[in-house]
Every structure is written in C-alpha cells, then in structure tokens.
C-alpha cells in the first residue's frame, strides 16, 4: 500500500508577470539621440512638449510600479480537498461505492457478530487493522476518542473531513446518516484502516438524540463489514486488506449513549457470507 502523505499538499502560484518592454520613445538613450539639438541654445518652444513627454515617462513609471503583486502571492493549500490517492486500493469507500441492494437477506442459520472485550491503547494495533469510531456529518474530529484519531492519522481526517464538506454538504446534501466510511492506510507505515460510522448528524449540543443515533449504527456497522468484504474481495489473498477489526465503545463518549444500547444492536446483526464475524472492543488502561 503506497504511502500518500505528501499526495493532498500542491502548492499554487500565479505566473510571474513577464518583464515590462519600455518603448524606445522611453529609452534613455534615444532620447539623448532624439533631444540632441543643433544648437546648444533650448528652444522655449520645446519646452512644453518636453515637460509632457517627461510626464508621460513619469505616469508610464508609476504603471510599472503599481503591478498588482497578488499575482505572485502565494496561494492557501491549506483549504481541504479530496486526498488523491495511487491505487484502486487506496480509494475510500461509502454508501456510494455500493449498490443500491448490496444488502442481502439474512439467512436465520447465519451467526451473530461476536464482540470481544481487551484492555489498552487502540492504536497500538498491527498493520491492516481496522480501527473504528462513531462520525457526526459535519467533518468535525474535535474532542474525546474521535480527537485522539485525528491526532494519529492526520490524512485519514482529511479524507473524512473533505468527504463531509466537499463530496457533501452539511447543510444542502449532508452525508446519510446510518452509512459508512472506510478509509484505507494513508498515515505513514501504520498500516491501520479507519473506519466512520455515520451515527449522528451534528455533534456537541446539535448531537441526534440517543434513540436516533441508536436506530443508525446497526446500518452503518452492516455498511462498514460490506465494504471489509469488498476490499477482500479486491486484494484476493495478496498482500494488504483487513486482517483484524478494533472498535472503541462508540457512541458511549460525546454521544452520550449508554455502551449497553449500542452493543446490542451490534450483537444483533446477521453475519453474511464474507463479512468479518468478529469485532475486538477495547478499551483504556485506566
């Protein structure tokens, strides 16, 4: 998997204004040629022409002087856009790399998704690991678990942030709620894939009340083991993929939802045929 740091970092420039061509009437040294005179007595009739032309040298001197030097300032390259990344690998995947009925039927034999409970740091996994936390809409990594990915995986945040503010829009088409965002391994050599549950539009005091962002992370969950399969599906054995799933007790932080509720929906969801049938939950050493 190629490493995509410096791949979103483009600086712009303005061309360089070209040099500015003076006239020959503005050469010094024609006119010393055309203002030599016969005689070295000044005709008083020259005078007012000479003045003119002195003021039109000085005016053509004040337009080259006053070239708009925002030409040549640099540009911001720190407004998000799209991470450009190198391989079909590499791409992200959301409710839009998937087909309208990627959903099928749950057969009443298939197993319940296993949760597994560990103690200590989530970020110490092993290369192609899947590191997942619950989203709000709004591109916001701000505080509590979803501050502390930010501060890990800096490209991965700008993916997600630029998915929610420039692929959507939180005010005209925000990202669905109950959908997913799988990001691959853009942050040095970690190796780690992160995962977006999109449980809740806003966040802080415009959060989506318990009950709503319940009703979403089962949606988003299915989404996100989808797309696993179908990154599995793309690697076929080579080497790269998602070998081991973490997830943190999401929605239980600045969500404020009890980690019993969300555990249950995750509990409850049918495994499907290619779907990872197992998640590890862990949490801080305290």
């Excluded at 791409?91 to 087909?99: E, V």
């Excluded at 109950?178 to 802080?204: E, M, N, Q, Y």
Aim: aromatic residues 6%; glycine residues 10%; hydrophobic residues 30%.
């Amino acid at each position: 998997m190629s490493n995509s740091r410096n791949a979103n970092i483009t600086s712009y420039f303005a061309p360089k204004n070209a040099p500015s061509n003076k006239s020959k009437a503005n050469d010094p040294a024609n006119e010393n040629k055309n203002n030599t005179s016969t005689t070295s007595t000044p005709n008083p009739a020259d005078e007012p022409q000479k003045e003119a032309h002195q003021q039109e040298k000085t005016k053509g001197k004040r337009r080259l002087s006053s070239t708009n030097p925002t030409s040549e300032k640099r540009q911001d390259t720190k407004s998000t856009k799209p991470c450009t990344l190198s391989t079909p690998l590499s791409t992200p995947l959301s409710h839009t790399s998937l087909p309208k009925t990627w959903l099928l039927p749950a057969s009443p034999t298939r197993p319940n998704l296993n949760l597994t409970y560990h103690t200590g740091p989530i970020f110490t996994a092993p290369p192609s690991t899947l590191l997942i936390h619950a989203c709000n809409t709004h591109g916001a990594w701000g505080s509590g678990i979803a501050l502390a990915f930010k501060q890990q995986y800096p490209l991965a945040y700008k993916i997600y942030n630029s998915f929610c503010l420039v692929t959507h829009s939180p005010k005209t088409r925000p990202v669905p709620t109950g959908t997913a965002l799988l990001i691959p391994p853009v942050d040095g050599d970690k190796g780690h894939w992160i995962g977006c549950l999109f449980t809740s539009r806003g966040f802080g005091k415009a959060k989506d009340g318990g009950g709503v962002i319940v009703g979403n992370t089962g949606p988003a969950m299915e989404m996100l083991l989808e797309m696993v399969r179908v990154v599995g599906e793309r690697v076929d054995g080579e080497e790269g993929g998602v070998k081991e799933v973490r997830m943190c007790r999401i929605n239980s932080g600045k969500f404020g939802v009890p980690w019993e509720k969300s555990a249950g929906v995750l509990e409850g969801i049918r495994v499907r045929k290619g779907w990872v049938g197992s998640v590890q939950v862990w949490d801080p050493e305290t």
